[in-house]
């Protein structure tokens, strides 16, 4: 069999997979900023990566899976401006920062149960490691990469760079870098343009701070990584992941840290994952088009034209690779839909196939068959190709359909080679695509009446049945599913 090979953004080629240690796998992955719901686009990259995570475990690695939890630091800008996204949105809702923390890290979470994502090995918070923050910041200024300016900290980017090539992630010059980002004005602390802060001094308003050697403040939002992955991967771990617009700024920053504190680059391989987009542009908060999982499940959103499963998201997801940029669409997703529930009803087959004689009787079509399901781990093994792998699976289907229509007998393959598929399709699409049957799952049956009853609620109130559409509404809530009724017509969905 082929060995895993692993597209590393850091050397932008193909590289065979080789871990620190072996059998063991190392691999960080940046989790979510907790102050808002996660979007389809972030459940992107966290499914890419679960994936990659199940594979792992498929090969036989033990694997130590880190995704943090942002939970403090994370300023509206990437490079230390604006306001702190808790501290913003607690005053707009009135709540504490740890009450949004808590909300959204629940709501992610539950999230990633719907999408049948694994949780991670380990799940830090960056408020829970900030003596590690602090400890490392105090050790780059103790080895002369950072600057103090009024009880903020800042990582010196061009004195590094002297010794280091800053921009080594991407691959650029700390000249091109420096042309994109403005000039410092007189009010500006920072000594250069590309510098980021690694502690920031607190205004007495600040809602969340904590003492440091260099007074109140919290923590940048790039150190928090770094200290995160050290301190439970070590200086030097196998991977290290998230989306690709995290690689420009926050990951580079990530290396230049721990090189500066260790003089090690933390990860051996990085893995970007690309972006989901709407129309061609990338889904975010920020470009309005970032649709919640929620919406999608109830097909509650201007850009739905109905109500779409997790395991349906899930496996229009599969069906790119995940270096390839995703445009969502109903029409993609309604196919996806459709090729799953063929896959299903093929692999409800395969489960019943008896193996027949030990020696095939069609000699060509059972090598045919061994050959595709190995071409799938080839697939897999290259950068982790989904797409492909699916792809072959659908060669394989019209087979299984052909024995069950009575088309090619059971013996035409050897009791090996049938013993196979069904290895493979369990292997496949329950443990490393992490593909649930809905059809027979309870969430599926619960997420099909709920959509029904939002759409007789609807119907309800356009002929002005107000009693109906009230009792749906406060019958539906007190069994704990809020309905919100937006301005554009739609729905939203909560659980209480
Ligand atoms: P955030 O909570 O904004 O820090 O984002 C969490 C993760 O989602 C990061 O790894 C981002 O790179 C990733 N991400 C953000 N937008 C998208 C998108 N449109 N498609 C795929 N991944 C995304
Ligand atoms: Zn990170």
Redesign the pocket.
Known sequence: MSQLSIYNSLTRKKEQFVPLTPGYVGMY???????SD?????????I?FDLMYRYFLHLGYKVRYVRNI?DAG?LEGDRDEGDDKFSKKARLEQLEPMEIVQRYTLGFRKMMEMFNNLPPTIEPTATGHISEQIEMTQQILANGYAYEVNGTIYFDVQKYDKEKPYGILTNRKLEDLLEGTRELGGQDEKRGRLDFALWIKAKPEHLMQWPSPWGMGFPGWHIECSAMSKKYLGNEFDIH??????AAT?HTNEIAQNQACYHVSPARYWL??????VNGT????SAGN?FLPGELFTGNHPLLERAYSPMTVRFFMLQTHYRST?DFSNEALQAAEKGMKRLWEAYDIVKKLEAGTVAATDKALDEKVSSLLASMDECMNDDFNTARVLAVLFEVVPIINSIKDGHIKLQALSGTTIAAVQTYFKAYLENIFGLKNEVQSEDGKLSGVLQLLIEIRKDAKQKKDYATSDKIRNQLLGLGVALKDEKDGGVTVSFT
């Open positions: 992955v940046c989790g979510p900023t907790v102050y996660v979007h389809l686009g972030n459940c992107r990259t966290f890419s942002t994370h992941g998230g989306g690709m617009d995290l926050h970007h994952t690309n972006m989901l987009t990338r889904m975010s908060k970032g995703l």
